[in-house]
Each structure stands twice: as structure tokens, then as C-alpha cells.
């Protein structure tokens, strides 16, 4: 599956911005949907999944309470939506795909879309 995330930008602490990732396929429905974060030398990190079917989601403690991840499979998207954004939260956010597993592990997902930069300021 080919992936694309799209809806990063540039927002003041306390903000909010959806981000979206748009895939490829048939099998779309098949899929975990991960969404990763990588700051500037930092490793890849994990925010949150959603499961192929939509009925389990998991996050990282650090974005709990403020990020919602959802999907639509009729359009084949997967949405991050992020609030009350904190400085900390900058990076460049990747969203991945496995099929049938839901894994935290970037090493784990098969396919990966480019990125799209989130930066919050203070």
C-alpha cells in the first residue's frame, strides 16, 4: 500500500492541526495504520495506531489525552487529529502501514508515507 500524509503546517502552542494520511489499495482495510514522529537527532517515535477494522486504538503516554487518531476506509484516510499542541511536539510525522498485526515498532510496519512537518511554537 502506498501511502501519503499530508496536513502538517506551522501553529502556536495550544493549537490544533489534523493531520491525514490518504493510501493506495484495495487492502486498505486490512491494515493497521501507525503514526510515527521524528524530532531532529531523535529517533523515530511512536504516537499512535488504529487497528484494519477501526476497533482498537493505542497512543503514546506523551500525546494521551490530546490526539485522536480515526479512519475511514470508504476513503481509504487515516486522520491525526492533534490538540493543544506543545512545543515538544515538533517533528516530522510519518504514517505507516501493517497488515493485520498493531504494532508499536517502526521496524515492524511494511509500508511508509513521506512525512509531513509539524512545528509548534512558544
Known amino acids: 500500500v502506498q501511502l501519503q500524509a499530508s496536513g502538517g503546517g506551522l501553529v502556536q502552542a495550544g493549537g490544533s492541526l489534523r493531520l491525514s494520511c490518504a493510501a493506495s489499495?484495495?487492502?486498505?482495510?486490512?491494515?493497521?495504520i501507525g503514526w510515527f514522529r521524528q524530532a531532529p537527532g531523535k529517533e523515530r517515535e511512536f504516537v499512535s495506531f488504529?487497528?484494519?477494522?477501526?476497533?482498537?486504538?493505542m497512543y503514546a503516554d506523551s500525546v494521551k489525552g490530546r490526539f485522536t487518531i480515526s479512519r475511514d476506509n470508504a476513503k481509504n484516510t487515516v486522520y491525526l487529529q492533534m490538540n493543544s499542541l506543545k512545543p515538544e511536539d515538533t517533528a516530522v510525522y510519518f504514517c505507516?502501514?501493517?497488515?493485520?498485526?498493531?504494532?508499536?515498532?517502526?521496524?515492524?510496519?511494511?509500508?511508509w508515507g513521506q512525512g509531513a512537518q509539524v512545528t509548534v511554537s512558544s
Open positions: 505507516a502501514a501493517k497488515m493485520y498485526a498493531a504494532p508499536t515498532l517502526p521496524r515492524v510496519y511494511t509500508d
Open positions: 489499495g484495495r487492502t486498505f482495510s486490512t491494515y493497521t
Open positions: 488504529i487497528t484494519w477494522g477501526g476497533g482498537s486504538t
